[in-house]
C-alpha cells in the first residue's frame, strides 16, 4: 500500500508568479483535501476534492486553486504569488465518509 | 469561528516522564478529535484519536482524556522517550467526508524529550 506522495518537495518562486503543486493518494482513498501550514504554525484547511470537484473549502481566496484527476490525484495551483503564501503545503487523501486522513511529507514553496 | 487551542507551545520533558499536552475547542458540532506527530521535514502523523462518546482512550504509551462538559482534550505521554521529540497537533473535526471532515489544527507543542 504506497502512501501519499507529493512533487516538487521544495520550490522557490517569485512574488507574483504562478505555481502547481502536484499529490498522489493513497491507494484505496478517493477524496484529497490541501492544507497550507505555516512555520510554527499548525495546518489550515485549504479545500478537499472529491469525484473530481471541490466537496469543501476553508477561508482561502480564489487564486488558490485545484484539480482531481480520474486516478484520485489532485493539483494545487496558486496565482499571483504573495510573500505570504510561503509555507509547507500538505496533501492529505481519505476514503470519503471516513476520518481516515493520511498526510504526505508535503512541499515547501518560498516565494521571494 | 471554529478554533482549536492548543498548549504549551513547547514542552521539555525528561525521559522516563509524562508529557501532557492540553486542548480545547469552542464548535461542540465537532465529534473526531485526532491528534497528529509531526517529524522535522515530513507530514503529521495519526498518533491516536477520540470521539466523545467516550472519556479516555488509550493506546500503548499514549493516552487521550476527553472532558465533553468542558469541551477540553488532552494528550498524556507515558514513559517520554527521546525518539517522541517532535511537534504534536490537536485538531477536530465535525463530521465524516465532505467539508465537515476537514481538520481544525491547534497550533501545535514541541516536545523536547531529554536523555
Known amino acids: 500500500e504506497t502512501g501519499v506522495t507529493q512533487s516538487p518537495t521544495h520550490l522557490i518562486k517569485t512574488r507574483g508568479q504562478q505555481v502547481t503543486l502536484r499529490c498522489s493518494s493513497q491507494s484505496g482513498h478517493n477524496t484529497v483535501s490541501w492544507y497550507q501550514q505555516a512555520l510554527g504554525q499548525g495546518p489550515q484547511f485549504i479545500f478537499q476534492y472529491y469525484r473530481e470537484e471541490e466537496n469543501g473549502r476553508g477561508n482561502f481566496p480564489p487564486r488558490f486553486s485545484g484539480l482531481q484527476f480520474p486516478n484520485y490525484s489532485s493539483e494545487l495551483n496558486v496565482n499571483a504569488l504573495e510573500l505570504d503564501d510561503s509555507a509547507l503545503y500538505l496533501c492529505a487523501s481519505s476514503l470519503i465518509g471516513t476520518n481516515g486522513y493520511t498526510f504526505g511529507s508535503g512541499t515547501r514553496l518560498t516565494v521571494v | 469561528q471554529q478554533q482549536v487551542k492548543q498548549s504549551p507551545q513547547s514542552l521539555i520533558v525528561q525521559k522516563g516522564g509524562i508529557s501532557i499536552i492540553n486542548c480545547a475547542y469552542e464548535n461542540t458540532a465537532f465529534d473526531y478529535f485526532p491528534w497528529y506527530q509531526q517529524f522535522p521535514g515530513k507530514g503529521p502523523a495519526l498518533l491516536i484519536a477520540?470521539?466523545?462518546?467516550?472519556s479516555e482512550k488509550k493506546e500503548g504509551r499514549f493516552t487521550i482524556s476527553f472532558n465533553k462538559s468542558a469541551k477540553q482534550f488532552s494528550l498524556h505521554i507515558m514513559d517520554s522517550q527521546p525518539g517522541d521529540s517532535a511537534t504534536y497537533f490537536c485538531a477536530a473535526s465535525g463530521g465524516y467526508g465532505g467539508s465537515q471532515g476537514n481538520l481544525i489544527f491547534g497550533k501545535g507543542t514541541k516536545l523536547s524529550v531529554k536523555p
Open positions: 477520540i470521539r466523545p462518546d467516550v
